[in-house]
């Protein structure tokens, strides 16, 4: 069963950074679909960057094109989001998820269907103005 991990949210004031982790355990597969989500309260949660491990191919968000970068180390098992530029739109609860079952392409065109496998708790992050 894979069991994901979130750290690295916070507070931080528009036009901060912040760099999100993930740690991954519980499988050790390169060929898997790897991303950060987000919701914010009273809104859908949404996602935000997609990685497919074994080739590195990224979606992201339209939102956050530009400020942000997923990064996958497959020899550590871990996922990061780099994000700069913050603007308080960004403020949500952010969610790490993986899942094996998305193919390559559906992983990085950010076309994949079906609810994500596996979640982690969540990590906070709140941007002020």
């Known amino acids: 069963q894979i069991q994901l991990a979130e750290s690295g949210g916070g507070s931080v004031q528009a036009g901060g950074s912040l760099r999100l982790s993930c740690a991954g355990s519980?499988?050790?597969?390169?060929?898997?679909?790897m991303g950060w989500f987000r919701q914010a309260p009273g809104k859908d949660r949404e996602a935000v960057a997609t990685?497919?491990?074994?080739?590195?191919?990224?979606y992201y968000a339209d939102s956050v094109k530009g400020r942000f970068t997923i990064l996958r180390d497959n020899a550590k098992n871990t996922l990061s989001l780099e994000m700069n530029s913050l603007k308080p739109d960004d403020t949500a609860m952010y969610y790490c998820?993986?899942?094996?079952?998305?193919?390559?392409?559906?992983?990085?065109?950010?076309?994949?269907?079906?609810?994500?496998?596996?979640w982690g708790q969540g990590t906070q992050v709140t941007v002020s103005s």
């Open positions: 519980g499988y050790t597969y390169s060929n898997i679909c």
């Open positions: 998820a993986a899942d094996k079952r998305i193919m390559p392409f559906d992983c990085y065109s950010g076309s994949w269907r079906s609810e994500w496998q596996s």
């Open positions: 990685i497919y491990s074994s080739n590195q191919r990224t």
